[in-house]
């Protein structure tokens, strides 16, 4: 058996160049074959009909962005940029729970693991990524022209108690526990909430024209507070979700606690996470750069909503509000009828009777 001694690099670099001539050469016989079946083209049959010819290919449509599945969202389609009334309740369908929307993972390695191996979660995951990167960057600034980024108009009276829908559970540090956070939810029960909810300084400003300023509310609507201090409360609820401007509110609680009473320093909550463009759309927040107001009665139902600046009419149909909500809360409840014991003695004795 003849034992083959290894190449050199002359006789490599030769192999290498030869194989590249003969696929050059290969080229030009296949160009050459292919230019004489081109000069001399074969006679079509008689019977033979033209192929019918493919219809151009129709220009891609621009890409829309994909607008938030809410009746309340304006399009640029609408002829009309006025907002319009509230028709439909705000809120969640179940009731809230503390510890909800707290934008802390508490799963623990498992059940990571089987999340990640699961298709239904991704397709969940995968349909809210696409909301985020087709919802245009500049679209809230831009929908600021019109009323000054007002969404809807409040409702002239209360959402009826059955219809209305909650409010959800929001969880973040309050002005007197600053390095504990705390959920909303046990605040809000079996109390009327007034609740203001806003995004920078320019947002807290149109909620005071609803509400009025810290130290000097609107005057029926402070004395009603100050009236009925044990069953109306005022809360604010700041959500900023950059850790920097959270960071930098946090570090001038000490000039918020000065400004506001004492009693509402448990009311004042400063929410960084937990908020999903799933509860925004829910609750009617669809615009982060407007202020917020929201009526809660005592079983965490949204029953009134407003947003933007005050408009004619809504400050007085807020506090018509509150009048109603507190009358309710003041009403006795009432009581179910007790059954009284019936006397079986008078039966027992015509039993004896008819024995003996």
């Known amino acids: 058996m003849l034992l083959l001694s290894p190449l050199t690099p002359r006789s490599r670099f030769l192999l290498l160049q030869l194989s590249l001539k003969c696929r050059v050469a290969h080229r030009q016989l296949i160009s050459c074959r292919q230019a004489s079946t081109k000069g001399s083209p074969r006679s079509a049959p008689a019977s033979a009909q033209p192929k019918a010819q493919k219809p151009p290919a ?22 009309d940029n006025t907002p319009k009334a509230l028709s439909k309740p705000l809120g969640l369908a179940k009731p809230p729970l503390p510890g909800q929307n ?51 108009v409040a409702p002239r009276s209360l959402i009826r108690e059955p219809k209305a829908l909650y409010f959800p559970n929001l969880h973040g540090v309050t002005l007197a526990s600053p390095s504990l956070a705390m959920d909303t939810t046990p605040l809000l029960t079996h109390k009327i909430s007034l609740i203001s909810m806003f995004s ?32 109306l409360q005022r809360v604010d ?39 999903t463009e799933e509860i925004r759309d829910k ?3 669809l615009n982060s750069k407007v202020g917020y107001v929201y ?7 949204i029953r009134w909503a407003g947003s933007g600046r005050a408009e004619e009419g809504e400050r007085e149909s807020l506090i018509k509000g509150l009048r109603k909500l507190v009358e309710e809360a003041e009403s006795p409840v009432m009581e179910e009828p007790k059954l009284q014991a019936v006397s079986t003695q008078p039966l027992n004795a015509k039993l004896e009777q008819s024995t003996a």
């Open 295 to 301: 009526l809660v009665d005592g079983n965490c139902r």
């Open 102 to 152: 707290s934008g802390i993972d508490l799963r623990t390695w498992r059940q990571r693991r089987d999340d990640f191996f699961n298709y239904d979660k991704h397709l969940e995951r995968r349909k809210s990524l696409t909301k985020q990167v087709a919802k245009p960057y500049f679209r809230e600034w831009t929908n600021m022209q019109y009323s000054k980024g007002k969404t809807f």
């Open 200 to 231: 920078g300084t320019w947002a807290e400003r149109q909620t005071m024209t609803f509400i009025g300023d810290a130290k000097d509310p609107h005057v029926e609507l402070g004395i009603l507070l100050e009236a009925k201090r044990g069953v």
């Open 58 to 79: 129709k220009a891609p449509k621009p890409f829309k962005s994909a607008q938030i599945s809410s009746p309340y969202v304006k399009t640029k389609e609408d002829e």
């Open 237 to 275: 609820i700041n959500v900023e979700e950059d850790i920097l401007k959270a960071g930098l509110i946090r570090l001038f609680m000490g000039g918020l606690r000065r400004k506001l009473p004492v009693e509402r320093h448990g009311a004042y909550f400063l929410i960084r996470r937990g908020i």
């Open 283 to 285: 609750i009617g927040m």
